[in-house]
């Protein structure tokens, strides 16, 4: 620690208790992180993503009709470029279908996204699935 007496700053021989307090913490947070990184990379399957998609809500626009869903990745894992498809369904028969894709979808979270429709969905089945995706 610093000192100025008359002018003249001088070195303190020893470091103050709180600079040794400071140091050790740092030490201890640093440590700990390296060996909670080490640990989760030396343990961690290797397992693909989970996706499943469901929808949220359907609101009608000027233009057609928006169905808001969620996509979830139940493994550690991330996907990228992932893919999602709805499909309104007549008599089980496609009869219009719109996509969307996210750039990611990171392990163990959900993301919300939404299909634009000219057809009415309600009333009708909608399948959502996703159908591609790629490992980061």
Do not use: C
């Amino acid at each position: 620690m610093t000192m100025t007496h008359h002018g003249v700053q001088t070195e303190k021989p020893t470091p103050h208790r709180l600079e040794w307090t400071t140091g050790l913490i740092s030490t201890l947070l640093v440590a700990g992180l390296f060996g909670w990184v080490g640990y989760e990379a030396l343990t961690a399957a290797s397992v693909p993503p989970d996706l499943t998609v469901h929808a949220l809500s359907t609101e009608h626009l000027p233009s057609g009709w928006r169905v808001t869903f969620e996509v979830k990745n139940h493994a550690p894992s991330t996907a990228a470029s992932v893919e999602i498809r709805g499909e309104i369904l007549e008599s089980g028969q496609p009869v219009e279908e719109s996509e969307v894709t996210f750039d990611y979808v990171p392990g163990h979270s959900k993301s919300t996204g939404s299909l634009s429709f000219i057809r009415d969905p309600n009333g009708k089945s909608l399948r959502l699935r996703a159908v591609g995706m790629a490992e980061p």
